[in-house]
């Protein structure tokens, strides 16, 4: 059986760690050298920085993804007859969010060629759910999904054609772009995950909430501190506890300094790949103006089990994300549109993702996509 050059990890953290290790350290000693581990200067400095990358206007750290979505929601004020559109092909947490949130998702399809929520069918839902009347919609939630921008151009004609804001949950999408602009600073308001994983990552839990359009950042700041008023003395609103530490801002702000950097190796692995594997397999294809942030790189295959047993035995790891849509999850079954979602539930068979991290080496890709070939052949 062939074997890679060396070693390879689907994802990385080990050489990163290196490379950032003793600032992180310097990092640590600060803070437990001030000792305000929460709401230390870290947290400032960290959204400071995060406006400073991605060109939104305002920024919160917050304790993990999930709490990024559930936030501005909550501050949104949603009630359970309120419907909130989602992509059936994600992450459970886009829709654990809104059922936390209060309010009901309703599940759209994908497109078969960016697996990102269809505009059409998204679309069609709305006026579905308005043409009922049991539901009143209320927010279109995309998700970037492998760190490629949802089609931002056709969802935001719909969110105007039917009077609806755009959330965006870009857990998976730091560093993508939509039309120049970065993840973060393409809708209203984003979520994104620091989990350790993601392209921009901490040692733990965290997450961000990042404004284009400020209005609910204010609400925001308020439910992630309890729903407190700015002087910390009077509920005002349900909050929760949705801060992030001094400790894990810092690491955050650490690696965002190294993330461009990272974000070209990334872009590196990915030509290599999207050259190799043109025409052998289904790779996504998405448009003009659209750049991906590679956090994961998917594509989608015949055979799947097959492939991955034979890239197991190479030496080569890959993951599924995800073997099934959310409306066929027992969670959210009773959630499920009648007639399924056709494009969810094929990718959910066929979707592979292959090793994405920016230390692969050259020899490594390549290595990949020559078992990759081999093994759909
Ligand atoms: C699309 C999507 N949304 C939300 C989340 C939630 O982020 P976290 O795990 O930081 O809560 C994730 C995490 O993997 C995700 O992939």
Redesign the pocket.
């Known amino acids: 059986m062939p074997q890679p050059p060396s070693p390879i990890a689907f994802i990385d953290l080990k050489v990163q760690a290196a490379r950032v290790r003793a600032r992180i350290d310097a990092r640590f000693a600060q803070v437990l050298d001030h000792g305000a581990y929460i709401n230390g200067p870290e947290v400032a400095e960290l959204e400071a920085a995060l406006c400073g990358f991605t060109g939104a206007a305002k920024a919160l750290a917050v304790a ?6 559930i936030i501005p929601m909550m501050a949104m004020g949603l009630k359970p007859r309120d419907a909130v559109f989602i992509p059936a092909f ?2 459970n ?2 829709a654990n ?1 809104v059922i936390l949130a209060a309010a009901t998702p309703v599940f759209c399809d994908v497109r078969g060629r960016d697996f990102n929520l269809d505009p059409e069918d998204l679309d069609r839902r709305i006026a579905a759910v308005t043409a009922e009347g049991r539901l009143t919609p209320k927010l279109i939630l995309a ?1 970037d ?1 492998f760190g490629i921008a949802a089609d931002y151009e056709a969802i935001f004609a719909v969110a105007e054609k039917h009077g609806l804001p755009v959330m965006a ?1 870009a ?2 999408s730091f560093g993508a772009r939509w039309n120049g602009r970065w993840a973060g600073n393409i809708a209203a308001v984003t ?1 994104t ?3 350790p994983a ?1 392209a921009l990552g901490c040692y733990g ?3 961000a909430i990042l404004f284009r359009d400020p209005a609910l950042h204010e609400a925001c700041e308020s439910v992630r501190w309890h729903g407190t008023d700015a002087a910390r003395k009077e509920s005002v609103r349900v909050g929760m506890n949705g801060r992030l530490d001094s400790l894990q801002c810092a690491v955050v702000t650490e690696k965002l300094s190294i993330f461009s950097d990272e974000l070209e190796a990334r872009r590196r692995v990915a030509a290599i790949y999207d050259a190799r594997l043109a025409g052998a397999v289904d790779a996504v294809a998405f448009g003009a103006g659209v750049e991906s942030g590679w956090g994961l790189y998917t594509v989608a295959v015949d055979r799947r089990d097959a492939v991955q047993a034979a890239l197991r035995d190479d030496g080569v790891p890959t993951a599924i994300y995800y073997p099934q849509p959310l409306h066929r999850m027992r969670a959210f079954a009773h959630l499920a549109p009648e007639g399924g979602l056709p494009q969810s539930e094929r990718l959910a068979g066929r979707v592979l993702s292959l090793p994405m991290h920016p230390y692969l080496s050259e020899a490594q890709t390549e290595y990949v996509a020559e078992r990759v070939l081999a093994a759909v052949r």
Request: net charge negative; hydrophobic share 40%.
């Open positions: 993990n993804g999930t709490d990024a979505l994600t992450y947490a886009t969010a998700v999904l949950d857990a998976q979520s995950s620091f989990f993601k839990d965290g997450g």
